[in-house]
């Protein structure tokens, strides 16, 4: 945890020891009354905390927020809804490499349970949004929608975005080889484990997606998802 996120009720309230951020705080960062730490808010403020006081039961905190979160890249991912295991990794290692938004889609190949899963239900979805974004000393976090078509979230995106999407069957393009700007937004979307079926792929070429593909190799969802964000922020001179 490189940086302690607090939404931005919390910093008026104790926080209780039995979380594990006051546990982190006391056992790995090993602070003691009057010593800080790096700490932000989520979608708000970096800065410093001081733990003023420790309780029996409490930690008390002050907050001085020192600096705005940076710009986000404004880069949407839209995924076929994968498996629950699938889908956390995808959450916490998009939100630390900056995704604006994470729309996981129902597809024709996919499997509707993973829709059920405990994952979205109780809020686990959220927490690994709040361990990616603090692994990369962030506090902001992406936008997430799960279940909705592809037809819906497709008519959702900004106007002039520019449009990929992954497959390994009918893509002309290397997507290595596209070009980005930074005053254009992108969305790319990588279909579920058994990947687009025909129609699918007709709708997004009807609403201007380009099919790229990432070499030969056939990957992982969640490798796909992690390769086309490193390769877009490198394009644009984030890494």
């Not at 056992?27 to 010593?35: K, S």
Request: aromatic fraction near 6%; charged fraction near 20%; glycine fraction near 10%.
């Amino acid at each position: 945890m490189n940086l302690v996120l607090f939404e931005a009720h919390e910093l008026a309230i104790p926080l209780p020891q039995e979380d594990r951020r006051a546990a982190h705080i006391l056992t790995i960062l090993r602070r003691r009354v009057g010593d800080t730490f790096d700490a932000g808010v989520v979608n708000g403020p970096r800065g410093k905390a001081t733990l003023a006081a420790i309780g029996e039961t409490t930690l008390s905190l002050t907050f001085n927020g020192e600096s705005a979160p940076a710009p986000i890249v404004p880069l949407t991912l839209i995924v076929g809804l994968p498996r629950p295991a699938t889908a956390r990794d995808i959450l916490r290692e998009a939100a630390t490499l900056g995704a604006a938004a994470i729309h996981f889609v129902a597809t024709e190949k996919g499997e509707p349970s993973y829709g059920k899963s405990t994952l979205w239900s109780s809020g686990e979805w959220r927490q690994l949004l709040l361990t990616g974004a603090a692994q990369a000393f962030d506090t902001r976090i992406p936008e997430v929608s799960h279940g909705r078509s592809l037809v819906d979230t497709v008519a959702g995106l900004p106007e002039g975005s520019r449009r990929i999407a992954l497959d390994n069957y009918e893509a002309p393009a290397r997507f290595g080889q596209l070009e980005f700007s930074k005053e254009v937004p992108v969305a790319v979307a990588i279909g579920p484990e058994r990947g687009w079926s025909a129609v699918e792929r007709d709708k997004l070429r009807g609403s201007g997606f380009e099919l790229a593909h990432l070499g030969a190799r056939v990957l992982r969802v969640e490798t796909a998802a992690i390769a086309a964000m490193a390769i877009i922020r490198a394009k644009l001179g984030l890494m």
